[in-house]
């Protein structure tokens, strides 16, 4: 059956072999059969630059280059982690970077695909962070760096993350209501997928009379998450990871 993959927030990084693991068979028994696979961002823990060729991220470009070598389109939007991905890494891999907000033809339904953290008007230490981090100057200053300056400098960030994270209530983190409809009504769909939130679910509701649907793809934390849409509708599903 033609259906389409989606994923988001996997966070890969050296430390977690077993992601890595269960993200490797997934491209390479489950993506290969699908008519695209949509990647919307988070897919690293951090990246700091297309040319950081450590033999990690070599491999999980191998990963990619082996799918769409095989002709099957893979697509990206970039994560809050994984913003400074660029045109050397889709060169390298055949993926095709999108815009933060794309409209796609789901097997007939327009839907609205992102990777979420927009939407978290909540969170406003955070979105002055994003603005200050997104300025295109800033961006050239830090890829001027050494490499090894910018791994202390996305470590130290990471870190800080974290611990402001532990310090924000669940309701700042999740979206805001109003800017999901205005999102949609914006782009004139009724459907969105989008990541960031870590809380897998497909939400339904209806406003004005018109019947909208989010849903919400989970993290690779503790298993792998993935979203199957086909001409029939969409199926949140999990992948269990291998412990060796």
């Given at each position: ?129 994003r603005r200050k981090v997104h300025q295109p100057w800033l961006q050239r200053l830090f890829l001027c760096l050494p490499l090894t300056w910018r791994r202390k400098i996305a470590a130290k960030m990471r870190a800080g993350s974290a611990n402001a994270n532990q310090q924000k209530s669940s309701t700042i983190m999740d979206v805001t209501p109003q800017e999901v409809q205005r999102q949609l009504d914006k782009a004139g769909v ?55």
């Amino acid at each position: 059956m033609p259906h389409t993959l989606f994923i988001a927030d996997l966070h890969l990084s050296p430390t977690r072999p077993d992601i890595t693991d269960c993200f490797e068979r997934f491209m390479q028994q489950e993506v290969i059969h699908a008519d695209a696979l949509y990647v919307l961002g988070d897919l690293f823990e951090a990246w700091i630059g297309d040319d950081d060729n450590s033999p990690f991220h070599q491999q999980i470009k191998a990963a990619f280059s082996a799918v769409t070598e095989r002709g099957v389109p893979v697509y990206f939007i970039h994560g809050n982690r994984d913003f400074m991905i660029g045109q050397r890494f889709a060169m390298e891999t055949g993926v095709t970077l999108l815009n933060e907000l794309e409209c796609i033809d789901l097997y007939g339904t327009p839907t609205l695909i992102l990777h979420g953290d927009t939407l978290c008007l909540e969170d406003i230490d955070y979105q002055a962070f994003r603005r200050k981090v997104h300025q295109p100057w800033l961006q050239r200053l830090f890829l001027c760096l050494p490499l090894t300056w910018r791994r202390k400098i996305a470590a130290k960030m990471r870190a800080g993350s974290a611990n402001a994270n532990q310090q924000k209530s669940s309701t700042i983190m999740d979206v805001t209501p109003q800017e999901v409809q205005r999102q949609l009504d914006k782009a004139g769909v009724t459907n969105m997928i989008h990541g960031h939130t870590h809380r897998p679910h497909i939400h339904q509701w209806h406003q004005h009379g018109t019947a909208y649907q989010r849903i919400v793809l989970g993290d690779w934390y503790d298993h792998g998450s993935v979203l199957m849409c086909s001409a029939q509708g969409c199926d949140l599903q999990t992948r269990n990871f291998i412990h060796r």
